[in-house]
């Protein structure tokens, strides 16, 4: 990390500060806005080290040699050509192999993306045999030559050539070929207004410059604006390329351990065996190893799908086709993860980022970091006929409060004084390091509508969406810089918004309600005091860990050394109870409202308080409640009152905040939003299922457009027993920007800690509070589409109570003309919202992406994560007015016409019975797979109406990482842990990946079982649980014991490591081998038959090649 003071940019002229601080280094200029006749020009004597990561020292990938002349030294293109294979007929129709008998990764090499827009032959991410290679040298170009052809099902012969399996049988599944994007040659992008065909599909460009001295720049101040509480103020001085973290949240430290994923990389290798896996063995000559014969088809089930057998004991002797042999993510991931070494820069419009789950550090160098903001594809198809063709969605996933990585750092604040933000006066974008100034810097060109502006600052109201401009048509002095050399402005290292692809800045009145300053925001807490909630125990656990424990964990700044958050408190049955904690009472009082037609809430002064000031009363209070109601037969309670009493509470104190409803019941007190029981498990699964996922009625949707309309949020925390209705009581905190928790038979043994834990990470995590958020496009783009959890009163603004960092929203993007071929497209997300001290701030995120009018170089710029996360939120929103058939072939057909467009348009040399999957899609069937028979989507009578309608609500919110996690669980050997290598390896989730003699965790976000063989050793049995058989374990009730043994503490680290990557806290379920319980842990084992129904992946790649036949012929 790199120590210092912690840069500011809001007072203290230039010319001083940059007289006192070192240089910055000139960073990667392809983010330089400059005359196109004047190229950059860098002096012999003014030669800066490289920019170098926190943590990175110059000796670890950044020696990059910084010449007088700038000379860029690229990699060598890559090429591929077809190599005509020479066939040989076999009598036999059994599969044969003749090929060399050695590891593939000594025969594959990944090729590099060719932009020169010819037709290119498939080279895949997978074969069913090792393909065969040459390699010829010219010059400094290399050319690879592989072939690893798949026949034609029609074919009446076998072919067989080195390195590829054909198949003679009609009907008989499609071999496999490898299809991998040709790579570019790696050359410096164009200047701005300088067309490049290489800048159509870039995917990282790494340059390195210097800086020349800013010895005379000119001053620069501003009157900073005084907020409540009143904003820090910085010294003006140059901004490093590494700047500290600010203090915008008080958030929970980041972990940056091992993830899952890494950038799309295949090499062709088998997966690495193991004790417990069962590595694909050669084919040998005169060896079979498929059948050639289709098992029968039943319900539910796609043709050739084999029955489900038991761990080392299932047989594929009726398919055809090897399950090591096809795309799996576990290779995927590890391979991907060993290859990110590098910091991956924002430096280059349309760099494709890592993948999603991948563990790397991102350096922000114009766009921002792909954990803000990430794109189905980073190459913008030019025009809508070339989408619809393609049937690529072009949409964005935006998580404006991401976490970042320990090394990573939080966008700069800004202080721009009185004047506000700079924006430009056409089409309202915020300042960006896109923008490029003219006529000596009194005047910008907006990168988003190619407007001239005037340097115009607005008073603008983005609730309002309002603006008065400034009539002077000049730049403020206040704002003014000269510009150097190239273009640039001299101040462009010192001002975030013009190097930087994400920043804050502190907003005036005109961005505040009523143009007043906002109070920090506060914390209701309402539980439920009925006879249910008593008896359980849960009113004085409650109660306990509020006094003993949450009030400490308060969110503040992270400068600050406490919390300006309010607490209130109020208990309900079929009444409501309020209580007045107001420093200068020695006890606290209770005033009961039984009026719940019109509620109100009875206190103007001492319903909230500051837990410093009243911490006696507080306490006080918490003790009394559980004594108080102790002896309470009330069984019956409200809802839409209590939530309808702190949204007043909220307005009479001019605040926002959040509202914490701890309910146990179904409301069936006579009040408004009074519901019955409605649950019926014969609709489940049905064509009318969606009544019961629909809400009863529109009272509690209302309630939370009230709550987004002033700022705040509910978090429903519910304890049933039996049927409560979250289709209906959820809808308060779907709209709000809330979220949901479920404890089904609560007991404190069992959930306590889920709940304490809970809380926690409610408390700490970033909030942004009376947040709205709009998206600005390029002329050509717009949003049309917006999918999440959120209120809009109008079609381009989302409204939120509350947004934290686990929440993201997908915003789908149209055509509104061409592009123009080989230009940027830029995108920016703003959000304005009350941070948790008080201060009413603008986040501002930009990324820039290319255009193309080529599908070869479209479909290697696309983001499978993006587009999951996209299809799954869409697939969700479509419940509420289609079948679940009518979904899962909408998908079906979706990814069959995505991956039939590469296959026409950029393999077309291919036989038809090929399976062409492009390298960056080769994930997409087994993705498709879990994805149409997820609990979420697909539900049965097994699932509950309230757990469907959670997971529906929490997919809808669901950032990427929290979507491959659900698509794709994790799973973990127990058995062989070492210490010093947790996280293990990942397993694939399949059913003959276990043992019998082993223990296997595994976990999609949402749940985690713990799965123990039949044959597992006595010992450790004895060593994890403390008891002497397992036939003692019960599936629920069963706890990993705290015993001091290398078993146990591995264990315990694994999972504890589980849990604080995920966003809420996993309750484990041990399940037995032949438990009558395990064909519900089966359904997480995605690559195989589900349990309730649903293919398994090997046969849904034969279902969806006939789909993409089918769409070919």
């Known amino acids: 990390m790199l120590a210092g ?152 012969q076998t072919f067989m050539q080195q390195g590829t399996i054909t198949s003679n049988q009609f009907g008989a599944p499609p071999t496999f070929s490898n299809a991998q994007f040709p790579q570019p040659q790696q050359q410096p992008p164009p200047f701005p207004n300088q067309s490049s065909s290489s800048m159509s599909c870039v995917p990282q460009y790494q340059y390195l410059g210097s800086q020349p001295p800013y010895n005379n720049a000119p001053s620069s101040s501003f009157a900073p604006i005084s907020q409540s509480p009143p904003a820090t103020s910085y010294s003006q001085q140059p901004l490093p390329l590494h700047y500290p973290n600010q203090p915008n949240f008080y958030t929970a430290p980041t972990k940056s351990g091992s993830q899952l994923n890494g950038p799309n990389a295949y090499s062709g290798q088998q ?86 789950a991948t563990d790397f550090v991102c350096q922000d160098q114009g766009s921002c970091n792909p954990r803000y903001i990430r794109s189905t594809t980073y190459t913008i198809p030019y025009a809508t006929d070339m989408i619809k063709q393609s049937h690529i969605p072009i949409a964005l996933a935006i998580s404006p409060l991401a976490n970042l990585r320990s090394d990573e750092f939080e966008p700069p604040v800004a202080n721009f004084g009185e004047i506000g933000p700079i924006r430009c006066y056409r089409c309202k974008a915020y300042m960006c390091s896109f923008m490029q100034f003219i006529d000596g810097g009194k005047r910008f060109i907006c990168c988003f509508c190619e407007a001239a502006t005037d340097g115009m600052i607005e008073n603008f109201s983005l609730r309002e969406n309002s603006f008065s401009p400034i009539t002077d048509t000049t730049v403020p002095p206040e704002y003014f810089n000269h510009l150097d050399h190239s273009g640039r402005r001299m101040d462009w290292y010192q001002r975030p918004e013009l190097c930087l692809g994400s920043y804050e800045v502190l907003a005036t009145k005109q961005y505040c309600k009523d143009e007043k300053w906002p109070e920090p925001p506060a914390f209701i807490f309402m539980i439920d005091v009925s006879y249910n909630s008593v008896r359980s125990g849960l009113v004085e656990y409650i109660c306990h860990i509020l006094k003993n424990e949450l009030l400490n964990y308060l969110p503040r700044d992270k400068d600050a050394e406490t919390s300006n958050v309010r607490v209130g408190f109020a208990t309900f049955d079929k009444q409501m109870h309020f209580y007045n904690i107001k420093n200068t009472l020695g006890q606290p009082q209770m005033m009961i409202v039984s009026d719940l037609e019109d509620i109100f809430v009875p206190l103007l002064d001492g319903f909230l308080g500051s837990p410093l000031e009243s911490r006696s009363v507080i306490n006080s209070l918490l003790d009394q409640i559980p004594q108080s109601f102790a002896n309470t037969q009330e069984t019956e309670t409200i809802l839409a009152p209590v939530i309808q009493s702190g949204i007043q509470a909220f307005k009479e104190a001019n605040c926002s905040g959040k509202i914490y409803v701890f309910s146990t019941t179904l409301p069936i007190a006579v009040a408004p939003g009074k519901l019955s029981n409605r649950d019926d498990k014969k609709l489940l699964g049905t064509d009318k299922e969606k009544t019961l996922l629909a809400p009863a009625n529109n009272i509690f949707t209302k309630l939370g457009e009230e709550c987004a309309h002033h700022g705040c949020a509910v978090d429903l925390f519910v304890f049933p027993n039996n049927y409560i209705d979250l289709a209906t009581i959820s809808e308060v905190c779907r709209v709000s920007g809330g979220q949901t928790y479920k404890f089904n038979y609560f007991s404190i043994e069992n959930d306590g800690e889920r709940l304490l834990d809970d809380l926690k990470r409610n408390f700490q995590r970033a909030t942004a509070f009376d947040a709205l958020m709009r998206v600005r496009t390029s002329a050509g783009i717009r949003p049309i589409d917006f999918l999440g959890n959120f209120y809009m009163t109008n079609a381009t603004e989302m409204i939120f109570g509350t947004i934290d960092s686990d929440k993201s929203v997908c915003v789908e993007l149209k055509h509104d003309d061409k592009l123009p071929v080989e230009s940027n497209t830029y995108i920016q997300a703003a959000l304005l919202y009350t941070s948790i001290s008080g201060q009413r701030r603008l986040r501002i995120l930009t990324l820039a992406l290319t255009v193309t009018s080529s599908y070869t170089s479209l479909y290697p710029a696309c983001d499978l994560d993006t587009i999951m996360n996209y299809i799954t939120k869409v697939a969700v929103r479509s419940i509420a007015v289609s079948t679940p058939k009518s979904i899962r072939d909408s998908i079906i057909t979706q990814s069959a016409n ?205 279902h969806l090649h006939r789909e993409i036949r089918n769409i070919l012929q």
């Open 5 to 156: 003071p912690r840069p500011s940019f809001n007072s203290g002229p230039p010319s001083q500060s940059m007289q006192q601080q070192p240089q910055a280094p000139y960073p990667m200029y392809p983010n330089q806005f400059q005359s196109p006749t004047v190229p950059p020009n860098f002096p012999v004597n003014q030669q800066q080290p490289p920019i170098l990561p926190p943590n990175f020292s110059g000796s670890q990938h950044y020696q990059a040699p910084v010449s007088s002349n700038h000379q860029i030294q690229s990699h060598p293109q890559h090429h591929t050509s077809n190599q005509q294979p020479s066939s040989s007929q076999f009598p036999s129709p059994s599969l044969n192999y003749t090929g060399p008998q050695q590891p593939l990764q000594a025969q594959f090499s990944t090729q590099q993306p060719n932009l020169t827009g010819m037709q290119q032959p498939s080279v895949g991410p997978f074969s069913l045999q090792p393909p065969t290679h040459s390699l010829t040298s010219t010059g400094n170009q290399q050319q690879y030559q592989s072939q690893a052809s798949i026949m034609p099902t029609e074919i009446n």
């Open 271 to 356: 997966p690495p065996s193991g004790p417990n896996t069962h590595p694909a063995q050669p084919l040998s000559s005169g060896s079979s190893s498929y059948s050639g014969q289709q098992p029968p088809s039943g319900p539910n089930t796609y043709p050739g799908q084999p029955p489900s057998s038991g761990p080392t004991q299932q047989t594929y002797q009726s398919q055809r086709i090897d399950p090591d042999m096809v795309p799996n993510v576990v290779q995927v991931l590890e391979q991907s993860q060993e290859k990110i070494q590098e910091l991956f820069i924002t430096n280059a419009p349309g760099s494709i980022p890592p993948l999603a």
């Open 898 to 1102: 995505m991956l039939a467009c590469y296959r026409k348009n950029c393999a077309q040399s291919t036989t038809a019975g090929q399976l062409i999957l492009p390298e960056t899609l080769k994930l997409l069937p087994v993705y498709v797979t879990s994805l149409i028979k997820c609990d979420g989507l697909t539900g049965t009578q097994t699932v509950t109406t309230d757990d469907r309608t959670l997971q529906m609500h929490r997919l809808m919110s669901m950032n990427i990482k929290g979507t491959f996690a659900y698509l794709y669980p994790r799973v973990f050997a127990l058995h062989n842990l070492e210490e010093d290598k947790i996280p293990p390896p990942m397993i694939r989730c399949s059913y003959d990946r276990f043992s019998e003699t082993g223990a296997y965790v595994i976990e999609n976000g949402l749940v985690m079982y713990i799965w123990l063989g039949s044959q597992l050793s006595s010992t450790f049995v004895q060593s994890l649980f403390g008891i002497q058989t397992s036939s003692h374990i019960q599936a629920e009730k069963c706890r990993i014991v705290d015993l001091d043994n290398p078993i146990s503490r591995n264990v315990r680290a694994l999972l504890n490591l589980i849990r604080n990557e995920r966003n809420s806290y996993m309750k484990s379920f041990v399940i037995q081998q032949r438990d009558s319980v395990e064909p519900f842990f089966k359904n997480y084992l995605i690559e195989d038959k589900g349990f309730t129904g649903g293919a398994s992946y090997v046969d849904f790649l034969y």
